[in-house]
């Protein structure tokens, strides 16, 4: 069942030219004052989801105009991906051959079959395959058609190939999400027990180069399922050398790195963090880069996007792990520049990072616009753990700034958020916020290093608890309380 908000979100996702078509599209019928146009207008107007206003201009009728248009959005967008998309393309054909069937014209509707066959193949799409061969056997049993022995024996054979390749993806993808699950477990390197645990667990025997798979899409599986493996253990350099193996992979298939450029992208963004992490080898970071920024220029604007996503926040998260705070700042303005164009601005990855650089390098009062940006606009963005630390460096924000007058509200604020969110008193954030930064902003100026002292050593022995890595903001505060001790 969905949700209210459903419809908002999927205007909101919806690039400018999918947004342009489907409007378009909408007014071919002529009714170009239709209730759904008008209601899509209204909601991608809104900056947040409010149902008020539009039951008071709908009323009764809102829900069952809110159903029509969320299927006539995706009804026009499965018109749009048609037009690029190669998958979708297959799908119509399979559709256009049943069709063509159930009217009795089978050299056509063979004929359909062939097409959508020969496209599943340049895909590697054996679930497609697979459905295709099924179409096929059926279509010859239904009509009677007389056909040869050799004609039935190469369908089977082709029908268990395919099986073949779909039993070996699906084996090493089942793995792939085995070992993704362990890595964000924050899974210790060091701790040799836990790693012969996953051994005995998991099929790891899947990883050796004697056991590597034949079809392709289980190939890419088989280096992906060995880079996330060796993430775990804290092998870098072996997760460098998988991680270059993806993305080679993708050359050898042009027509499927086209059809799923995100996935090649994702892979890219992959070996440039990898190059990022190891010594010596910034510099190729660098170099994919500039490799993908003069691809971007060539490809679609949604291509763009998905390469911007990627690629600047890793060069953001390189200069800050670098602790290149400078460097980190003279990437802003062209990575806001890119919010703006590719309709980004709720991307809470990327603006948390924009006002985290911020913080960094003193600039309170863009830390703060961002952080608000964030309050106001990401409350539903599921990243509890940037919305948390983002209200501490509002706080920060202010008594750098000497605006007294704002504190007391926000900290009674981000009390509420903590509250209602249940983080719990022991959290980080709240014990940062409610015993350390009161006691610096309440201080008497001849005790506020003192209270400083106090908040440095607070976060020295959070550092050295296990995983402590993973707390956003930690670093960040430590930095900002060094600069005040200094």
Not at 73 to 86: F, N
Not at 89 to 117: C, F, H, N, P, W
Request: net charge neutral; with cysteine; charged share 30%.
């Amino acid at each position: 069942m969905r949700s209210k908000e459903d419809l908002f979100y999927l205007v909101q996702a919806m690039s400018k030219s999918e947004k342009r078509y489907f409007v378009l599209d909408a007014k071919k019928g002529g009714r170009n004052d239709s209730r759904y146009l008008t209601l899509f207008g209204a909601i991608n107007n809104m900056e947040e989801y409010d149902e008020a206003p539009l039951k008071k201009r709908f009323a009764a009728n809102l829900s069952s105009d809110k159903a029509y248009l969320y299927e006539a959005i995706l009804r026009s967008m499965r018109d749009y991906r048609s037009q690029s998309s190669k998958a979708a393309q297959v799908k119509e054909r399979l559709m256009d051959a049943r069709y063509l069937y159930e009217r009795g014209l089978y050299d056509q509707s063979t004929e359909r079959i062939s097409e959508a066959k020969a496209m599943a193949a340049e895909l590697e799409d054996q679930f497609t395959l697979l459905e295709i061969n099924r179409e096929e056997q059926v279509s010859l049993f239904d009509r009677r058609a007389r056909v040869q022995l050799e004609h039935i024996e190469k369908l089977n054979e082709e029908r268990e190939k395919t099986l073949k390749a779909i039993d070996e993806e699906l084996k090493y993808l089942d793995l792939y999400y085995r070992l993704s699950l362990e890595l964000s477990r924050d899974f210790n390197p060091n701790d040799e027990h836990r790693i012969e645990i996953l051994k005995m667990n998991l099929p790891i025997n899947l990883l050796d180069e004697k056991n590597k798979p034949k079809s392709p899409q289980a190939i890419r599986r088989f280096f992906q399922c060995n880079m996330t493996y060796f993430s775990i253990s804290g092998e870098l350099e072996k997760v460098y050398y998988f991680s270059n193996k993806a993305v080679e992979w993708w050359e050898n298939l042009p027509i499927l790195k086209e059809e799923e450029f995100y996935r090649y992208i994702n892979n890219v963004s992959n070996l440039v963090n990898t190059c990022y992490k190891i010594d010596g080898k910034a510099q190729e970071a660098n170099q994919w880069y500039e490799i993908l920024k003069n691809e971007r220029q060539n490809s679609s604007l949604h291509n763009q996007k998905v390469i911007f996503q990627y690629l600047s926040l890793s060069k953001l998260l390189y200069h800050l792990n670098q602790n290149e705070f400078t460097e980190a700042s003279k990437l802003l303005p062209d990575i806001i520049d890119g919010l703006n164009k590719f309709g980004l601005k709720k991307n809470i990855a990327l603006v948390g990072n924009i006002a985290t650089v911020y913080f960094l390098v003193g600039d309170y009062a863009n830390c703060i616009k961002w952080v608000d940006n964030i309050i106001k606009n990401m409350k539903n963005s599921g990243r509890l753990d940037i919305q948390r630390i983002m209200r501490i460096y509002k706080i920060v924000s202010l008594y750098e700034l000497n605006d007294f007058e704002r504190i007391d509200l926000e900290i009674r604020a981000a009390n509420r958020f903590y509250k209602s969110n249940d983080f719990g008193h022991e959290a980080m954030e709240e014990i940062v916020l409610n015993v350390y930064l009161r006691q610096i902003i309440d201080a008497p100026i001849f005790e506020i290093k003192h209270s400083i002292i106090n908040l440095r050593q607070y976060l020295i022995e959070i550092k050295r608890q296990p995983n402590s890595e993973n707390l956003l903001g930690l670093d960040e505060l430590t930095i900002w309380v060094d600069s005040k001790m200094k």
